[in-house]
């Protein structure tokens, strides 16, 4: 499904991001990428995402390589992923509903189906009764919450999830561990980016480590789940 | 296409709203656009209406022809008969010199300076109405009448007409050039409109184009945007020469009574309006083009 090959990124100014990464992540499994702030995690993410291109080596999304996909492809690409990115990026001009609803509009979805698929995304995520709140009035989980309902709304192959449990307690994190774990049972792709270990321990998934843009090691769990 | 449409009518709709939920911005934009549209628009229905007079003016166009002062009652008569077989001229009309004077009492109300007149200084006149209207056939009928013995003077009265032509002309290319300049400031102003509007949605962008949004999609609500600013702007200046000739009308009343007319100013024809208000929405169209093509692509989802 993933399958990075030789990977280089270095950002302008010189410095690198990522030096010849290659991994391969199958249909419906769900992998952890660990390392510390700053060794290439969300750079990852985001050649998956096709945000930003390798400077050497291949991306393959999907059957798609990424460097060579034309812009013109790439909404297409995207529709078929769901972002959870670090800083949320949630919209507050708009109510929760109005922000999950956001991608099946894109898509050119009947609004009536809309409605209904807003509602089934918010409710796996615990959030329908919060569905007419404006973001600001949510809690940090609860608009990560939001997040990943709008990364699931379109029904998505692929989860990309930087940092889901970035700056929440152990409650509201397992919360989130738990909402993604159950996606992974019907059978989504999940690369999730983690700086804190003991998360895909607990799970026992696969571990691609990163350290300063290398892999370090790649690690198979205890078991799968 | 049922979605396509659909998206298109949320897209016209939430357009409408964003216009709304902002009313002095809007309507101090629509104003500046309408502003600029009216005045070149208001100088063409201005010239438009003095063309209209000066062909009313014009739908018969006479020949005065003046005769000699020292010419007896016979033959002036004579000359009469000579005009009316002419092949050319359709019919005639006399005024003698004692008509012509009583005529100029009443009409100036010079009753005391012409009374005070040791004699008549007006001539025996002939208006002659010619078969042909057009421009060389008069000058040739009048270049032939000139040659004509006993004949003090003749007078084709739709020279002026000429001039004036020319000079509205001369107007309605002031006009057009105007326009031009004053059109480019409404893509300017829309230009600069939607450039703001895509800084304040840069967050809405963003997102969308990493959740698959579409260029198209992207740039959609932007164009309506555009298009119905300049919309707005176009009826606006609709509304502003449409109170602006009401108001002339009221005043002009009293001026053309003096002069024995009712001559009003006209609307703008059913097809100029919609002329300029689909030349408004096309201005307001492409100065969001061109502001989409400049800026949209800048923010770059990170």
């Known amino acids: 499904m993933i399958s990075f090959n030789q990977v280089h990124k270095r950002f302008p100014g010189g410095y690198e991001a990522l030096k010849n990464v290659s991994f391969d992540i199958g249909e419906g499994e769900m992998v952890f990428v660990t390392g510390h702030s700053g060794a290439g995690k969300s750079t990852l993410l985001k050649l998956v995402a096709a945000i930003e291109h390798p400077n050497s080596g291949s991306v393959i999304v999907n059957g798609q390589n990424i460097s060579t996909l034309k812009s013109r492809a790439l909404p297409y690409l995207r529709r078929n992923l769901g972002l959870v990115f670090q800083d ?57 919450r939001l997040c990943i309902a709008r990364a699931i709304v379109n029904r998505p192959s692929i989860l990309l999830a930087d940092e889901p449990t970035g700056n929440l307690d152990a409650d509201y994190a397992n919360d989130i561990i738990a909402i993604l774990k159950s996606f992974h049972q019907v059978g989504v792709t999940l690369l999730i980016a983690s700086h804190d270990e003991s998360i895909p ?23 799968q789940v | 296409m049922k979605i396509w449409l659909a998206q298109h009518i949320r897209v016209f709709r939430s357009t409408l709203y964003r216009l709304f939920s902002t009313p002095l911005a809007t309507f101090l934009n629509v104003m500046v656009i309408g502003i600029a549209l009216g005045l070149p628009a208001g100088v063409y229905v201005l010239l438009q209406n003095v063309q209209k007079l000066v062909d009313q003016v014009t739908g018969s166009p006479q020949i005065s022809v003046f005769i000699n002062m020292n010419v007896s009652r016979d033959e002036v008569a004579h000359i009469g008969k000579q005009l009316q077989q002419h092949k050319s001229i359709d019919r005639i009309e006399y005024v003698s010199r004692d008509q012509a004077l009583e005529q100029l009492k009443h009409n100036t109300g010079l009753t005391d300076v012409i009374g005070g007149l040791a004699q008549n200084p007006l001539p025996d006149a002939y208006i002659v109405y010619p ?7 008069l000058e040739a009928l009048r270049d032939e009448l000139q040659k004509w013995p006993k004949l003090e003077k003749v007078q084709m009265d739709s020279a002026w007409v000429h001039k004036l032509e020319a000079l509205l002309k001369f107007g309605r290319l002031a ?3 105007l326009g031009s300049l004053l059109s480019f400031a409404l893509v300017a102003i829309t230009f600069n409109t939607i450039r703001l509007q895509i800084l304040t949605q840069r967050d809405e962008i963003e997102v969308s184009r990493l959740i698959g949004a579409t260029h198209v999609f992207i740039r959609r609500p932007f164009l309506y945007l555009g298009l119905l600013q300049g919309l707005l702007g176009g009826a606006m ?17 009293e001026l053309t009574q003096l002069y024995g007319s009712n001559f009003i100013l006209q609307l703008p024809s059913a097809m100029d309006s919609c002329t300029l208000l689909l030349f408004s929405s096309y201005l307001g169209l492409l100065g969001a083009w061109l502001s989409v093509a400049q800026h949209l692509w800048q923010i770059d989802p990170k």
């Open chain 1, 201 to 223: 321990r607990q799970f026992g998934t696969r571990i691609l480590k990163l350290k300063q843009g290398a892999m370090q090691i790649t690690q198979s769990g205890a078991g």
């Open chain 2, 237 to 253: 200046a609709w509304l502003i020469i449409a109170v602006s000739v009401t108001t002339l009308n009221s005043s002009l009343a």
């Open chain 1, 88 to 144: 949320h990026k949630i919209l507050f001009d708009r109510s929760v509903f109005e922000n999950v609803m956001l991608p099946l509009q894109i898509c050119g979805f009947d609004h009536r189906e809309s409605i209904k698929r807003t509602r089934a995304a918010l409710d796996k995520v615990n959030l329908l009764q919060r569905e007419k709140s404006h973001p600001v009035a949510l809690s940090g989980g609860e608009q990560q």
């Open chain 2, 131 to 137: 078969k042909k209207f057009d421009a060389p056939s």
């Open chain 2, 175 to 177: 006009a057009i050039i």
